[in-house]
């Protein structure tokens, strides 16, 4: 049998020009975050599995992590998300760092599920916290800072909607509302989170179940399901609308507005996975119903550094995958056309590869990217190899233009092609990064 040339299920290699989209992605999203003040910081893709079972969402811990002991017999998982590691990180400096702090990390996660659209087994993931606000200013600099990267992208406010919704909100709802008991609260919570992925009939009678006889007689089932189906915290019945949770959630989607943001709204819906979120949860949501998973998720997460037995730290943050991300472009036509990082390939005519070294030495000292063809192939297919490879520019070398100093350079782009000096190629190259 022959060895599979294909990754691991789920995962991606990265050809050339899947990495020079990778790549597009993450430098985009860098300069924006830098363009707010964060700084990128990062740490090891293996943790211990102590750090995963206190800190993360049970599912995630017990059916997502690839975890195993290593040779000293240490129980180790590949991190399936950078919260607990940025946690632990922020908590092992928390006196020496000054707040609020802004971090960013572009970490690969491994979680085991199964490969569809959307979700894969590895993925990349922008993480985005800040350390150190208790109030809806962190809240609101997160949102509209992710919403200046979608932006960047090229997209418009038609294609993406932003979800935030509050566990303050949910908890007032289940504990005091419906007055549900901690485990049918948390089982609540995960059934919600899962309401778009189930067929009505089968979630209704999933909240019925959840009920005890004497809640049902009350009516708790009637009074879930209406409350589930409001668009707006103004629909809520008064008493909710009148919590401090509900409050601030008004006060965000004001505070969004006002900077612009006015594809925010509340979605009562929006749960999120992880148990550690404290206040305001928010996603985002293309509006493309073929993208049906959120982009990015995030929230307020008060209570994770104080659980390594230093002070909290008030804290809230998004990660937003590459996967969904892609996806989104994709559909929405916004990915650029991303040439090769070589901006010029050299063909040479006839023998001079030695000939033609001191000139590739001052073009390349001079900042021009260039790659030398030496197969001693035919022109033509060397002129192929050029296109197939996505560079800009062919550059012919010969003995006449190596005596001559003057150089045919032809823009595989336009198909122009220039009779130039070494310094005007260098020039010509240069200006063709701003075209
Ligand atoms: P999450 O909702 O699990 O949150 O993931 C955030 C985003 O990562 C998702 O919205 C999705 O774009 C992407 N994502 C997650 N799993 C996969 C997958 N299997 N394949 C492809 N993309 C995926 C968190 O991970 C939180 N730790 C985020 C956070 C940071 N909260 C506060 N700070």
């Known amino acids: 049998m022959s060895l599979s040339t294909q990754p691991y299920k789920g995962a991606r290699d990265f050809y050339p020009e899947d990495k020079r989209l990778q790549k597009y992605l993450f430098s985009t999203m860098r300069r924006v975050v830098e363009r707010f003040g964060y700084e990128e910081y990062d740490a090891p893709i293996l943790e211990s599995l102590d750090l995963y079972k206190a800190k993360s969402g049970e599912e995630i811990v017990n059916e997502q992590t690839y975890a195993f002991t290593d040779r000293g017999g240490r129980e180790v998982v590949i991190r399936p998300e950078m919260t607990p590691s940025v ?109 778009n992925k189930m067929e009505r009939p089968a979630f209704v009678a999933a909240c019925d179940a959840l009920f005890t006889p004497t809640q049902r007689d009350n009516g708790a089932s009637q009074k879930l399901l209406e409350i589930l189906a409001v668009k707006s915290v103004s629909d809520l019945p008064q008493v909710i609308q009148d919590t401090p949770a509900a409050i601030e959630i008004r006060d965000l989607l004001q505070l969004l507005d006002a900077s612009g943001v006015t594809n925010a709204e509340f979605d009562i819906t929006i749960m999120r996975g992880f148990d550690y979120y404290t206040g305001i949860v928010f996603e985002m949501m293309d509006t493309d119903p073929e993208n049906n998973r959120a982009m990015f998720g995030g929230g307020r997460y008060d209570g994770l550094v104080g659980l390594f037995g230093v002070e909290p730290v008030p804290t809230v943050g998004f990660g937003w995958g590459d996967v969904t991300l892609a996806n989104f472009l994709e559909t929405h036509d916004l990915l650029p056309k991303l040439t090769s990082e070589t901006e010029v390939y050299a063909i040479l005519i006839g023998d001079v590869y030695n000939e033609a070294q001191r000139l590739l030495a001052t073009l390349r000292s001079e900042g021009v990217t260039i790659a030398v063809d030496s197969s001693g192939r035919k022109l033509a297919s060397q002129l192929k190899n050029a296109v197939k490879k996505d560079i800009r520019f062919a550059l012919f070398i010969g003995e006449d233009e190596l005596k001559s100093g003057q150089f045919n350079l032809k823009d595989l782009r336009s198909g122009e092609e220039l009779k130039l000096s070494a310094e005007r190629v260098v020039s010509t190259v240069l200006d063709g990064r701003r075209q």
Not at 141 to 157: F, N, S, T
């Open 87 to 195: 946690s632990r990180m922020v908590a092992g400096r928390r006196q020496e760092l000054g707040y609020p702090l802004r971090w960013y990390s572009i970490p690969n996660l491994w979680r085991y599920e199964r490969p569809q659209r959307g979700r894969l087994r590895e993925h990349w993931q922008l993480n985005v916290d800040v350390f150190g606000i208790d109030n809806l200013n962190a809240e609101h600099e997160l949102i509209v800072l992710a919403d200046a990267i979608i932006r960047e992208y090229g997209a418009k406010r038609t294609m993406y909607t932003i979800q935030l919704n509050s566990r303050k909100l949910m908890d007032y709802i289940m504990n005091d509302y419906l007055d549900l008991d901690s485990v049918q609260s948390h089982t609540l919570s995960k059934l919600i989170d899962r309401i």
